[in-house]
T-cell receptor, first 113, second 115 residues
């Protein structure tokens, strides 16, 4: 079954606006990661947030984690056309003891100039 | 420091043929993961390997699929007797440790098309 589910499936905004994507998961995690995938390319790691952290920043990115609701959000501020991509959240399986990841289906973000 | 390298980038096979996908992890990384991505889908974990060992192959189909990561050389994902449903993008990732707190670095992927 799907561990991470992103919402919305697709998001279209204008340059300069903020973009918010959400991720919900089902089982306990050790950490949650966000990745970006440009069309036809591999994934690029954006940010990792641990289960004992509530918020993390990296440049224009802000990630929150609410373990009680089993959800995370990714906020991209002052978006640019170059931010157009698919964004995936990925969770680990702490019971396994190692870092295989389970990905959601992703949110497709389109930023128009 | 070169990133994760995969080849070929695109592979076309007829039904029944074999597909071999190669992955060279980042320098210093001894943990390799293979994922499959179908169109409009997220990545699905297939197999996790360390040098000469398969740690977890729970995501890999029991038949026709195999993976190895030899002491020397790249990791290989092998698909025998390919079928149309094997058409997908296959990504490999590597990490310096298998521990939960380490991010994974992804290669550009191999796009397999079965005709």
């Amino acid at each position: 079954s799907q561990q991470g589910e992103e919402d919305p499936q697709a998001l279209s905004i204008q340059e300069g606006e903020n973009a918010t994507m959400n991720c919900s998961y089902k089982t306990s995690i050790n950490n949650l990661q966000w990745y970006r995938q440009n069309s036809g390319r591999g994934l690029v790691h954006l940010i990792l947030i641990r289960s004992n952290e509530r918020e993390k920043h990296s440049g224009r990115l802000r990630v929150t984690l609410d373990t009680s609701k089993k959800s995370s959000s990714l906020l991209i501020t002052a978006s640019r056309a170059a931010d157009t991509a698919s964004y995936f959240c990925a969770t680990d399986a702490p019971d396994s003891g190692y870092s295989t990841l389970t990905f959601g289906k992703g949110t497709m973000l389109l930023v128009s100039p | 420091n070169a990133g994760v390298m995969q080849n070929p980038r695109h592979l076309v096979r007829r039904r029944g043929q074999e597909a071999r996908l190669r992955c060279s992890p980042m320098k210093g990384h001894s943990h390799v993961y293979w994922y499959r991505q179908l169109p409009e889908e997220g990545l699905k974990f297939m197999v996790y390997l360390q040098k000469e060992n398969i740690i977890d192959e729970s995501g890999m189909p029991k038949e026709r699929f195999s993976a190895e990561f030899p002491k020397e050389g790249p990791s290989i994902l092998r698909i025998q007797q390919v079928v149309r449903g094997d058409s997908a993008a296959y990504f490999c990732a590597s990490s310096p440790r298998g521990h939960l707190t380490y991010e994974q670095y992804f290669g550009p992927g191999t796009r397999l098309t079965v005709t």
